[in-house]
């Protein structure tokens, strides 16, 4: 009997590349609430979870429909729920359910805080395609010292227990700053012993999308210096092996035909959708060039204009056509038109920070190819 099913990795399937070039957006998420439970000192997003303002505007069940509608016949097959913390949200198992009726793959990040038994039988009765859970330390003191919530780390070890009892696999990574680095060996040993993928971690920290400068204040003390990323990175043999392969791939990477692009990532394969209505390209770029409002315009023309519009910037800022147009470490790098926006109100220029940790990251793990291409020292040879 001829089988017509094919078990193969998502990454590898050849649909990709299949729809490159054709203008579909295959992912989308979805930010139901900017409110969250905790008030981790980090984050770019989160408001009170009982902040009324936030809520009340907050798109509803209704209009959540409406737009994951508009996305599966753009031909969207994935969508992320996320946040703020996406369980705050009373109706959050309807939604769950209503696009995964719609064929759609969906994934949740979550910090498991708020998990219940409800949801890992909803989880168990329509499997995500993934469920992402963030450690924010290894131990109750540093934990609550990044979320700010006493009883926080119980909430979290609870949620956790409840995924593994229930049976529903999910993938842990842990974001690194400067209050919880010094535990970095212990999250990644509790994040390999309950993933069902590959854990990861990030170390580079971007600014607050409402650009609140108490709260960036409050990230930029966080962000741990280019030398300690590259030795914390170099620290975890898991990590370390990644980034040299890493590392080698950009050293052999073409320089682009035509620098002055400002937008080379893949912005015309998805788009999200905030609590708000706001429509962006990506999640953070948050230029005001580049955002709509799904509430004042159907999502097919709104997307299709803002990807216009990215296709068409072009950079005419000097020193970014002269540094981060040019240079073959950008892979390594935090720095993107968005990120650039975030810290200094600009697409185009860029930041020493991150170049910073970039360099170093090659310095540690590259080869001397990579090693000597640091476009702001003058070639002497």
């Known amino acids: 009997m001829t089988s017509f099913v094919v ?21 989308f998420d979805l ?5 969250c439970n905790n008030d981790c000192r980090h984050c ?8 009324r303002e936030a809520r009340a505007r907050e798109l ?23 946040g703020g913390e996406p369980l705050l949200r009373p109706d959050f198992s309807d939604i769950y359910v209503a696009l995964k009726r719609r064929g759609l793959l969906v994934s949740l990040f979550t910090n498991a805080c708020l998990l219940r038994p409800e949801h890992i039988e909803l989880f168990r009765r329509y499997p995500p395609r993934d469920v992402e859970i963030t450690i924010y330390g290894a131990q109750r003191e540093t934990y609550e010292r990044v979320t700010r919530v006493p009883g926080s780390y119980d909430a979290f070890l609870r949620g956790v227990r409840l995924l593994d009892e229930g049976g529903v696999g999910a993938s842990y990574k842990a974001t690194v700053m400067r209050s919880n680095a010094h535990e ?14 590959i854990f990861r971690f990030d170390t580079l920290l971007h600014l607050r999308y409402d650009r609140d400068p108490a709260r960036n204040a409050e990230i930029c003390a966080e962000r741990l210096s280019a030398a300690e990323i590259a030795a914390l990175e170099q620290s975890d043999g898991e990590r370390a092996a990644a980034a040299r ?44 060039d580049f955002v709509g409002d799904v509430r004042r315009e159907p999502l097919a023309p709104a997307w299709r204009r803002l990807l216009t519009k990215a296709r068409a910037a072009r950079s005419r800022d000097a020193a970014h ?29 860029p930041i020493d920070e991150f170049c910073d940790a970039a360099h ?9 190819a990579v090693q000597g291409n640091d476009p702001r020292v003058p070639d002497i040879s």
Request: aromatic fraction near 8%.
């Open 184 to 197: 970095l060996a212990a999250m990644a040993e509790f994040g390999r012993a309950h993933t069902k993928g």
């Open 321 to 349: 056509l002269e540094r981060c147009a040019v240079c073959g470490l950008v892979d390594l790098c935090l720095w993107c038109p968005a990120h650039a926006y975030l810290e200094v109100g600009s697409l185009t220029q």
């Open 360 to 368: 170093d990251r090659a310095r540690v793990f590259g080869d001397p």
């Open 60 to 82: 509803t069940f209704d209009e959540i429909i409406a737009v994951a509608d508009q996305a599966v016949e753009l031909g969207a097959l994935w969508c992320l729920l996320t």
């Open 31 to 35: 930010e139901l609430t900017a409110r």
């Open 7 to 27: 078990n193969t990795r998502l990454p590898e399937l050849g649909l990709w590349s299949e729809l490159e070039g054709k203008d579909i957006p295959v992912s």
């Open 44 to 51: 770019y997003i989160n408001l009170p979870a009982g902040d």
């Open 245 to 288: 392969r890493e590392c080698h791939r950009v050293a052999d990477a073409a320089e682009p035909e035509d620098p002055s692009i400002l937008f080379r990532c893949h912005v015309d394969q998805g788009f999200t959708v905030g609590h708000d209505g706001s429509l962006r390209l990506c999640s953070s770029l948050w230029h005001p």
